[in-house]
């Protein structure tokens, strides 16, 4: 082969390689996710220093891929450098929100004073680990009496995760828990 056959064919298999790239379809995306956002931090050394970050994820079921319709979320621990693990105690709240075109609407989970799920953070061969929390949610479901929605039908849904760590007040003399919210990015069901 010449020379310039040889220089020919270069970018011609370039170009050849880019269209069939756009022209096949594309896997799609079966999930949305924030990992280990920080949502809260303090230096001071009177309450002690700390940073809390949290994970938000959402899925929907897609034909083909391995997935479902969940969402979850994971609290963290950690020194105020936000890199450093911390053994403390911390909880999360894990809420899944529906776009009703207006407003985001409650579909599952819970959040409040009896939709915690708390324990210590710590670390493992993986990084650092922290409580998390877990919920599938339903396309259409209707609540055991029939009477609303669960979550109704297409449309963007996103996680809402709420990360705290137990810290203690010197002046109101009291552990207080303190952290933030994350959302997963919204994420398209049909």
Known sequence: MSRRSTLFLGPLSTILALL?????????????????VTVARSTLAVAGSYCVQATAGIDHLTPGVWSANQAWGTAY????DCVTPK??????????QRWNGSE?????????????????????AWGPTGPSSQFTYYIGATYPDGSTAYCGGPGFYRAEVHAQVSVWDPFAA??????GTLFSGDEWVG
């Open 20 to 36: 069939l790239m756009i022209a096949l379809p594309q896997p799609a995306q079966a999930y949305t996710q924030r990992v280990r």
């Open 77 to 80: 621990a950690l020194e105020a």
């Open 87 to 96: 053994v403390m105690r911390a909880r999360i709240g894990l809420e899944v």
């Open 104 to 124: 985001w609407h409650y579909c599952i989970g819970l959040l409040g004073d009896n939709g915690w799920h708390e324990g210590t953070t710590g670390t493992d």
């Open 174 to 179: 009291r552990y207080i828990w303190t952290g």
